[in-house]
């Protein structure tokens, strides 16, 4: 295999900033290059709200996302019809999004009509109407995707390690939520997070592309400039979930799975932790296709069509997760081979060959992703959401050039590696009676009996 070569450098606009009188912070730039090099000049737009799924009432987990639904199901001008005819006139995109620490709406156009984009988009933050007909329709979907998701064994061992990892702090539900918890969801709950969720004081507007900086910042002060809500203070960081004392097992009986879904887990740091690019590196090295959990288990002992991992980074803490679906028969020996792989980071740090070549990939992905004004506009959402300088976007690459080999076993030892759970959904009469070489702690839920609230 050929060496990688060096990553290629990318241009960044700077990002400017004002904070409106209403206590929002509106982030700027302008890329009006991409119009002589694309031919189509756009612009992008992003408002994140900070507070997400992890915010969701006690007992209701699922009221973040579904918030974040029915934002764009109707406001007090338009409905959700109306909504859909008018963002297709112009051929504009309106965007939502829910996640643990963040809800968001966001816009994107072509220059000529971005403002009235931009304008539907702020309908739909400051505006929605939350109707009970619009709410009965959305949580019937949301059911129906639950049930979807439940009847899969790699989605369901998703949602069971979320919930081993996160525990009884606010990362420890779906952020769907259950079945159980959109039966008790009602309209009005939906509405009381909305008014929690969505407050200039501690609300985030990032525009950019083909527009000023200054006519960014007027447009942003002509449709939030206004916007008032009554003060409401960041509530506490979540309670932190804490690393299993040994190593485990849970193991979900459904016999009616093709294949077994494994896991790997455990917690890992926050995203503003000082060793963020370590980790990023670290969990590198087992992703992609030449990454080490794929080569072991596809590439030489065709176990599975692909297997990977990663690490999700969160406010307050995060999680690592490696995962690969196999043939039940098979489980044994593909959970053996996960272990190793991920134990080879310290046994076997990688050398200088393929940190460069795991690091073209990484930075490969990277640039590409922030070529676009989207995708530019998304990287400082999340400096922004986690409280880290704006200016560390330019120190990027050279921060993950910067990780040795030696950083990567330090990183490996403490925060990868030690006392993982491991989860396995499939027809477990096919492997229950070797799980015990695993780990002392080894328990067996038949699927049907399963109760995401109460796991532990």
Known sequence: MPQAGPPR??????????RLASGLRVIAFSRGELRESLHIPLISSVLIGNRGAAKDPVGLPGVAAMTSTLMRQGTTRHTALELDLAIDAIGARLDRSAGYDAISAGAGSTTAVFPQAFALMTETVREPTFLREEFERARTRSLSDLRLAYSSPSSLARLVAGRLIGGDSPYG????????????????????????AFRPEHGT???????????????????????????????????????????????????DAGRTAVIVTRPALPRNHPAYYAGAVSSAMFSGYSGRLNQEVRVKRGLSYGAGASLIWRRD?????????????????AVCVVLDTIES????????????????????????????SEGLIGALAEFALYGIPLDELERYSESILAIDGENVRQFAEAHIIP?????????????ASELGTFADDVRIIPAADLDLEALQ
């Open 205 to 255: 507007l990032l525009l950019g592309g083909d527009i000023s900086v200054d006519d960014a910042f007027a447009l942003a002060e002509k449709l939030f400039g206004d916007w008032r809500t009554d003060p409401h203070p960041l509530s506490d960081p979540v309670a932190l979930p804490q690393p299993a004392a040994k190593r485990r097992v849970i193991a979900i009986d459904k016999p």
């Open 173 to 196: 539900h779906p952020v769907a939520g259950t079945p159980r918890s959109l039966e008790a969801l009602g309209r009005d709950d939906v509405a009381a997070f909305h008014q929690h």
């Open 317 to 333: 803490s995060g999680q690592f997760v490696a995962s690969t679906l196999v043939d039940h028969k098979r489980t044994v020996e």
């Open 345 to 372: 980071l310290a046994s076997r740090p990688p050398d200088e060959r393929e940190l460069t070549t795991r690091k073209a990939s990484m930075l490969g992905g990277w640039n590409r992703s922030i070529e676009t």
């Open 419 to 431: 006392d993982p759970t491991i989860i396995l959904v499939g027809d477990t009469g096919n492997y």
């Open 9 to 18: 450098s990318v241009s960044l606009p700077h990002s400017h900033e004002i």
